[in-house]
T-cell receptor, first 114, second 115 residues
């Protein structure tokens, strides 16, 4: 059974701090790992990672994958109050056909204080 | 282009009552999914559909039924609601994957409370 574990489960920081969120996984037939940001409503897509060591970057957010050690990190630099959200990590399920089912981690609740 | 929409946004039920949650997407996506989100547990897949007229069980299907009579709609039914089904329900859709993962687009969620 595929498994995704995120840490920490919650994090409280002040504006300007840098945070690192962790995601470890155990999956059969790994294809990719995804990060989502969830504010008050629907999760929104951030990154999809498929190759080890290649950093994906979007503004102050960046993410990297380590397929040997089976984990990914999401970094947020110079945090702002608008970064407060739940950050979800997910991996597509294995299977003979790729139905695109996702296994999600528990999420990390990030709170950024002014 | 509304994306993925869900109705209702909120609902309170008594134990034993039934209801149907509606998900609609206007992106011509083949695949649709229903998840539930509970504190500390991330999103868990209830049922999914790989096309019109097809449905399959996900990780936590018990107590729920689904139907996909039209490509754009995916219905989630609770026949006899239980307090354990108090949760936030998200619908999602994606293009038909062909060997690689395609991003899922999520609806705004339905907050259901069962008393």
């Amino acid at each position: 059974e595929d498994k995704v574990v995120q840490s920490p489960l919650s994090l409280v920081v002040h504006e300007g701090d840098t945070v690192t969120l962790n995601c470890s996984y155990e999956v059969t037939n790994f294809r990719s790992l995804l990060w989502y940001k969830q504010e008050k409503k629907a999760p929104t897509f951030l990154f999809m990672l498929t190759s080890s060591g290649i950093e994906k970057k979007s503004g102050r957010l960046s993410s990297i994958l380590d397929k040997k050690e089976l984990f990914s990190i999401l970094n947020i630099t110079a945090t702002q109050t608008g970064d407060s959200a739940i950050y979800l990590c997910a991996v597509p399920n294995a299977g003979g056909t790729s139905y695109g089912k996702l296994t999600f981690g528990q999420g990390t609740i990030l709170t950024v204080h002014p | 282009n509304a994306g993925v929409t869900q109705t209702p946004k909120f609902r309170v039920l008594k134990t034993g009552q039934s209801m149907t949650l509606l998900c609609a997407q206007d992106m011509n996506h083949e695949y649709m999914y229903w998840y539930r989100q509970d504190p500390g547990m991330g999103l868990r897949l209830i049922h999914y559909s790989v096309g019109e007229g097809t449905t399959a069980k996900g990780e936590v299907p018990d107590g729920y039924n689904v139907s996909r009579l039209k490509k754009q709609n995916f219905l989630l039914g609770l026949e006899s609601a239980a307090p354990s089904q108090t949760s936030v329900y998200f619908c999602a859709s994606s293009y038909s994957p062909s060997g690689s993962y395609n991003e899922q687009f999520f609806g705004p969620g339905t907050r259901l409370t069962v008393l």
